[in-house]
């Protein structure tokens, strides 16, 4: 079998789809995951790297702040392998590209803070309005709060799903392509930003929800015998 190197993003370990696949919460999870992870690396000499220091620590901080143990915490540090991707080599070139996404990402979240903006200006002006409130600093922080507070909410979630779905707009997302076509490496994610991206860039995708089946079937197939209690 020729070896194989993946590229994972933060999404290829938390993926929700790949969470219920797996069974239990978040930690046993990723910790399942990269148990198999480990498995490859050890018996069929697959690599599966991560983007360092982008992805590494928003993997890390994302598994800290959802419960996840030291025992997971270890794993990632264990298993996978972490590599800074030379932006100034892969052509793309990709260090215009790195500062267009990070720019980019500026920007959409500009436009969302001046937008938030207004409509707490806006709510704020028409509870000031139609209440007994002689100043504005009158109405009570708790009407302000669950009143305004639940319609910037339901904006913010809008606005990301519009502008943001679909688009590079983080540096790990970046890094993990650059690191993927510096290693000829497939790209393993759920990020529809990063699966269009790595289609045009001519990389192999891999869907997070997929990554750990067809890594237990390379398993099964090569060893059976020390895999049959993982599937």
Known sequence: ???????????????????????GNLDTAMGGILDI??????HLGISCYIPYPS??????????????????LAKIDTWLVKKTPDRYEVKIPSK??????????????????????????SATECLFRTTKAK???????????NVIGGIISSFRDKYRNALRYGILDSAPDIDV??????LDAAVVASDMGIQKWAEQLGL????????PSMIKEYLKRIKPEKVASMI
Not at 2 to 23: P, W
Not at 135 to 145: N, Q, V
Not at 204 to 211: D, G, L, M, T
């Open 1 to 23: 079998m020729i070896r194989q190197r993946f590229v994972l993003d933060t999404s290829a370990l938390t993926d929700t789809q790949t969470r219920e696949l797996e069974g």
């Open 96 to 121: 215009i590209f790195y500062d267009y996404v990070d720019f980019m990402r500026g920007r959409i979240n500009k436009g969302m803070n001046v937008a938030e903006d207004a409509i707490w200006e």
């Open 177 to 182: 392509l650059l690191l993927a076509k510096e």
């Open 135 to 145: 100043t504005k600093s009158e109405i009570e922080p708790d009407i302000e709060r």
């Open 37 to 42: 992870i480990a498995e490859a690396r050890l």
């Open 55 to 72: 992805v590494y620590t928003e993997m890390r901080e994302f598994a800290k702040n959802n419960g996840c143990g030291e025992d997971t």
């Open 204 to 211: 192999r995708f891999v869907e997070a929800k997929s990554f």
